[in-house]
T-cell receptor, first 112, second 116 residues
Framework: NAGVTQTPKFQVLKTGQSMTLQCAQDMNHEYMSWYRQDPGMGLRLIHYSVGAGITDQGEVPNGYNVSRSTTEDFPLRLLSAAPSQTSVYFC???????????FGPGTRLTVT | AQKVTQAQTEISVVEKEDVTLDCVYETRDTTYYLFWYKQPPSGELVFLIRRNSFDEQNEISGRYSWNFQKSTSSFNFTITASQVVDSAVYFCALSGLRGANSKLTFGKGITLSVRP
């Protein structure tokens, strides 16, 4: 039982490049979400999904896209990376937002 | 909209001191859930506790205790006899039950440093 996995762990992008952060869980959780963590800002919700085929925006969705074609996977796409997207990104899953969130180990992204 | 305020940003204590981390929340929901998470220097996020709005009993788990007071909209976390391993960032979070408030909202976190 791997829990929540995220790849890659580290990534450096140039401004304007696109990439996908991968997230997978093997706990059959319906609810998955993406957060970004910046110094002094806590964890801010980017996008979330309540089940396969259903996604919605969080607090800071601009510049990011998500899709949820399976229960297990919830990738986060950066369409055209900007330095303001330099951050640590966490994926989480749970039964629903009212229950304990299981977090992945995080991806540290730097955009130059 | 719901909100979580962790007014303390950094706290430094000497080992064996007791320390309380404050959390104040705002919500219009009558049913909601409160959480604490710990983020040690290694970076992972560790769940500590979940409490629903109908359960105001205080919780104790070893050296950790939580005080939930609806009257003051607070859910404070106390570490008794702190240890160096308690050094971490601690986040309080809130989730409502319906609509826009059903998402999990985090506070900005409190960085706790425990010195030997």
């Amino acid at each position: 039982n791997a829990g929540v996995t995220q790849t890659p762990k580290f990534q450096v992008l140039k401004t304007g490049q696109s990439m996908t952060l991968q997230c997978a869980q093997d706990m059959n959780h319906e609810y998955m979400s993406w957060y970004r963590q910046d110094p002094g800002m806590g964890l801010r919700l980017i996008h979330y999904s309540v089940g396969a085929g259903i996604t919605d925006q969080g607090e800071v969705p601009n510049g990011y896209n998500v899709s949820r074609s399976t229960t297990e996977d919830f990738p986060l796409r950066l369409l055209s990376a900007a330095p303001s997207q330099t951050s640590v990104y966490f994926c989480a899953s749970s039964r629903d937002p009212q229950w304990e969130q299981y977090f992945g180990p995080g991806t540290r992204l730097t955009v130059t | 909209a719901q909100k979580v305020t962790q007014a303390q940003t950094e706290i430094s204590v000497v080992e064996k001191e007791d320390v309380t981390l404050d959390c104040v929340y705002e919500t219009r929901d009558t049913t909601y859930y409160l959480f604490w998470y710990k983020q040690p220097p290694s970076g992972e996020l560790v769940f500590l506790i979940r409490r629903n709005s109908f359960d105001e009993q205080n919780e104790i788990s070893g050296r950790y205790s939580w005080n939930f007071q609806k009257s003051t909209s607070s859910f404070n976390f106390t570490i008794t006899a702190s240890q160096v391993v308690d050094s971490a960032v601690y986040f309080c979070a809130l989730s409502g039950l319906r609509g826009a408030n059903s998402k999990l909202t985090f506070g900005k976190g409190i960085t706790l440093s425990v010195r030997p």
